[in-house]
């Protein structure tokens, strides 16, 4: 059976009542036809008849997503939300069967007359009114015609306020409740919105996946097939050379497999052989020359020739020539000691040989360079330790010089009166600048002070230039200064009371300070571009 016959089966179960069997059929429908609205509209009547109001307005909502212009469905949905009381969505769901046009007058009557009682319970009776009248009109009898006038009556009972008021609510119950739906209906869009994206996302991962592993499989399966026709072709060209072992085309060909298989030690050997059978042929030559510029063969190559000319060397051990080819190939093996002692003994053998005194002179030259590179690293290397040495040397000595300062310093602060050199400022002076115009002018106890604050740091500032200049070392140039500065702190917080005479102190013990310490200044910095 098909969802047709399913369908079919259902509306005869409806009609024998049989609301149980109805719903079997209509779900059997679904599950052949998801998509069909019919059937979860006709399982949503079975459900509604069993008085099973939840299911079916879940029934018909399902079914409205599938067609939003079922009218018949919200038909439906509005009877079940009439069943449940619920007067604003049965209004709502009726007006849109209305609005999308029923499959014949006597729904559409009954819808207004649903609608004209869910406005009756709500007390709007105007509106009720006119629904009651659309639904006479539409099919009259007694039932709607008795309905009309109770309507009538509560209309003119209700006074006119009462009934805008009334109206006035539940038009705003049912704006808010249209407002709820089209954000669940705008919310639910973008989800599903959302959950297409992410299957299609998923589909198309899934799909690159599978074409990604038969792209490697096809791949794999080529380079598996590639293999073998290799293996093939070399077991071919092995066996042609057990028969016939003097073949230099089967040398060759089968070098050149081992070539395309990476194999490039026994591509060497095949090519050689091939050459050496056939020492004219071009291709060949070509081939081997080819062959020899891979690393791993050029390496081979010149261990060879090492070995060579060492064997030769056993049996003629005055032959130079031996002994030159041997330096050039431990030459091209970087190992140029080995290199220049050969050069060296072959020049012994035949000084007139002039490609023999050139090769060893090259080699006099690289090895004096790479001596002379090397004792000038370590030159580097060594000073830039001694300097290291002196700069922490000379920082030493300058610390030590500032400690004995600030030794002093502190202990000319016992010597201080409790009110200062000159008993601090008075009160009610007009500003720092009438206070230091006045005490210029004051006892020589106020220029004592200046002369012992700014002589000692004049001869430390002296003594760690010199310790510069002589170390050739700018370590703690800004000590200096900045021991200066707050050597003066200190100075004018013992010496003055108040704000204005600690900013008025400051001041001159500052200038003070500077005007000694710029001879040692100048020094540290002669010292630092000394070490420059």
């Known amino acids: 059976m098909n969802a047709d016959d399913y369908l079919e089966s259902a509306d005869k179960h409806l009609d024998e009542k049989n609301y149980d069997g109805a719903i079997a059929d209509c779900t059997k429908a679904i599950q052949l036809e998801p998509d069909n609205s019919w059937a979860y509209s006709c399982r949503g009547s079975a459900y509604g008849r069993k008085k099973e109001f939840d299911l079916a307005i879940a029934d018909h909502t399902e079914a409205i997503k599938l067609n939003p212009n079922f009218a018949e469905a919200y038909f439906d949905r509005g009877m079940a939300y009439s069943n449940k009381k619920d007067s604003i969505r049965s209004i709502i769901d009726y007006n849109d069967a209305i609005r999308l046009g029923l499959s014949n007058d006597h729904l559409t009557a009954v819808a207004y007359y649903n609608i004209g009682v869910a406005y009756h319970r709500e007390r709007a009776y105007s509106s009720a009114l006119q629904n009651f009248k659309k639904a006479y009109l539409l099919n009259p009898n007694d039932k709607d015609q008795e309905r009309v006038k109770r309507a009538e009556y509560y209309c003119d009972r209700a006074g006119e306020w009462e ?46 996946r599978k074409e990604r592993e038969h792209r490697e499989r096809e ?35 089968r070098g050149v497999v081992y070539r395309e298989s990476n194999e490039y030690n026994q591509a060497f050997n095949d090519f050689e052989k091939a050459v050496n059978l056939e020492s004219g042929n071009s291709n060949y030559r070509e ?60 020049v012994n053998l035949e000084p007139d040989n002039a490609t023999y005194r050139e090769a060893l002179e090259k080699e006099q030259e690289r090895k004096e360079r790479q001596e002379r590179e090397k004792r000038e690293r370590e030159e580097l290397e060594r000073k830039k330790r001694k300097r ?85 070392s700018g370590s703690g140039t800004f000590i200096v200064p900045i021991s200066a500065i707050i050597a003066a702190i200190v100075y004018a917080i013992t010496s003055a009371n108040g704000f204005w005479g600690f900013i008025g102190y400051l001041i001159l013990f500052v200038i003070a300070n500077a005007v000694f310490a710029v001879p040692g200044f100048l020094m540290s910095v002669l010292g630092l571009h000394r070490a420059d």
Do not use: C, H
């Open 163 to 208: 009934q805008k008021r009334a109206e006035i609510a539940i038009n705003d119950r049912i704006d808010a409740v249209k407002r709820q739906r089209e954000r669940e209906e705008r919310e639910r869009r973008e989800r599903e919105e959302r959950e297409r994206k992410e299957q299609e996302r998923r589909e198309q991962e899934e799909r690159e």
């Open 219 to 253: 791949e794999r399966e080529r380079k598996e097939r590639q293999e073998r026709e290799k293996r093939a072709a070399i077991e071919k060209y092995t066996e042609e050379l057990r028969s016939n072992p003097n073949s230099a085309s089967a040398y060759y060909n």
């Open 287 to 346: 081939a081997l020359k080819e062959i020899e510029k891979v690393p791993e063969i050029k390496e081979i190559k010149l261990k060879r020739a090492i070995e060579k000319y060492t064997e030769e060397l056993r049996s003629n051990p005055n032959s130079a020539s031996a002994y030159y080819n041997r330096g050039a190939a431990y030459r091209e093996s970087n190992e140029y000691n080995q290199a220049f002692n050969d050069f060296e003994k072959a």
């Open 388 to 472: 290291q040495k002196i700069k922490a040397v000379a920082l030493i000595l300058k610390i030590v010089v500032l400690g004995v300062i600030f030794a002093y310093y502190f202990s000319q602060l016992s010597l201080v009166p409790d009110d200062g050199y000159m008993g601090g400022i008075p009160e009610g002076s007009p500003g720092w600048l009438l206070f230091l115009v006045e005490r210029v002018e004051v006892e020589e106890s106020f220029w004592w002070a200046i002369f012992t604050m700014g002589l000692p740091v004049g001869i430390s500032s002296i003594l760690i230039g010199i310790i510069g200049i002589v170390l050739k």
